[in-house]
C-alpha cells in the first residue's frame, strides 16, 4: 500500500495463500476467522506459520500465525471443504446502480485532491475500485452524505493467474479496504484529518461460490452498529449478474483526529 504499517488485507490474504497450499487439492476454502493482534512493518519480512489441526473425509482446518520479529501480528483460523451436492438460494443483489464502466476510478478522483488527501492520493492500488453512489471515505471536503449502504464496483487491476486459491486470497485483501468505511457512511465522517482513523481488530469471510476476482465483482456493505469506539461492518460480494459470491464481517476501532493547522 506504499505506507510502513502492513494493509491489514494483505496479511490475511498471505495467510490465507499460506493455509490454502498445504490442503488436498480438491478442498477449497469456506470459511476463515482472524485477529489482528499487532500493527505489521511494512519494512520487515513476515514469517506465516501453518498448523495443520484436522483432515477429515471432507474438510480440511488450519491454523496461520503471521509473526514478525518472533512476535504475532495476526493469526487465523481458516476451513476447506470438497464440497457437496445441496440446497441453494440467494438474495438478490442491489439493483439500479451504475455499472463500473460508467464510474471514474477512485485512484483518479483521489489524485485530482492531493492537498487534503496527502498520501492517500498517491498509494499504488492493485484493487481498481469504484463507488457506486454515495462517495468515499477520502473526501477532498471532508464531508459526504450519510448513508446507510456503501457500494463498491472492484476488481484486481490486471488479469490473474487461473489458481482459484489466488483470486479467493485477492478477495480477502480487497474485502479489508472498505468493509470499515461502512461505519462511516451511517454518519457521513470521513478518513484523514478532521475525521477518523481506522483499524481492523477481527475479520471474518465466507466464500460460497466460486468466482474470478479480475471480473467486476459487487462489494455491499452496511454497517448495522457502532458503540465505546468500536464499529462493526458487514458486507456482501456479488458478481456482475447479481449471484452471491461471499460475505464479510469485520470489528474496526474508529478514533476521532484533529484538523491539521491551517485547514480551514
Not at 498448523?51 to 482446518?61: A, K, L
Not at 504475532?72 to 441453494?88: P, V, W, Y
Not at 469471510?205 to 479480475?214: A, E, Q, S
Not at 461471499?246 to 485547514?263: F, H, K
Request: with cysteine.
Amino acid at each position: 500500500m506504499g505506507l510502513q504499517r502492513v494493509f491489514g488485507g494483505q496479511v490475511a490474504g498471505q495467510a490465507l495463500v499460506a493455509a490454502g497450499r498445504t490442503v488436498p487439492a480438491d478442498r477449497r476454502v469456506h470459511s476463515l476467522h482472524g485477529y489482528f493482534v499487532r500493527p505489521g512493518d511494512s519494512t520487515k519480512p513476515i514469517v506465516y506459520q501453518v498448523e495443520d489441526i484436522r483432515d477429515g473425509r471432507s474438510f480440511s482446518v488450519r491454523r496461520t500465525v503471521a509473526l514478525q520479529n518472533g512476535q504475532t501480528i495476526f493469526f487465523m483460523s481458516a476451513s476447506f471443504h470438497t464440497g457437496e451436492r445441496g440446497l441453494g438460494h440467494s438474495d438478490p443483489a442491489p439493483n439500479g446502480l451504475a455499472r463500473p464502466e460508467e464510474i471514474p476510478p477512485l485512484s483518479e478522483q483521489l489524485k485530482s485532491h492531493p492537498d487534503r488527501l496527502g498520501m492517500w492520493a498517491r498509494v499504488p492500488r492493485p484493487i481498481d475500485m469504484r463507488y457506486a453512489g454515495g462517495g468515499s471515505g477520502f473526501s477532498a471536503s471532508g464531508e459526504r452524505p450519510a448513508q446507510e449502504h456503501q457500494r463498491v464496483w472492484m476488481k484486481a487491476d490486471g488479469r490473474l493467474p487461473d489458481d482459484p486459491l489466488i483470486h479467493v486470497c485477492v478477495l480477502t485483501y480487497a474485502s479489508d479496504l472498505t468493509l470499515l468505511d461502512s461505519v462511516l457512511s451511517r454518519h457521513g465522517a470521513v478518513w484523514g484529518p478532521g475525521g477518523y482513523l481506522g483499524t481492523s481488530l477481527d475479520h471474518a469471510l465466507w466464500f460460497h461460490r466460486p468466482f474470478r476476482f479480475d471480473d467486476w465483482i459487487l462489494y455491499d456493505s452496511m454497517s448495522p452498529t457502532a458503540a465505546d469506539g468500536r464499529g462493526l461492518a458487514q458486507g456482501r460480494f456479488f458478481d456482475a449478474d447479481g449471484v452471491h459470491l461471499a460475505s464479510a464481517t469485520q470489528e474496526g476501532l474508529l478514533r476521532e483526529t484533529p484538523e491539521p493547522p491551517g485547514v480551514p
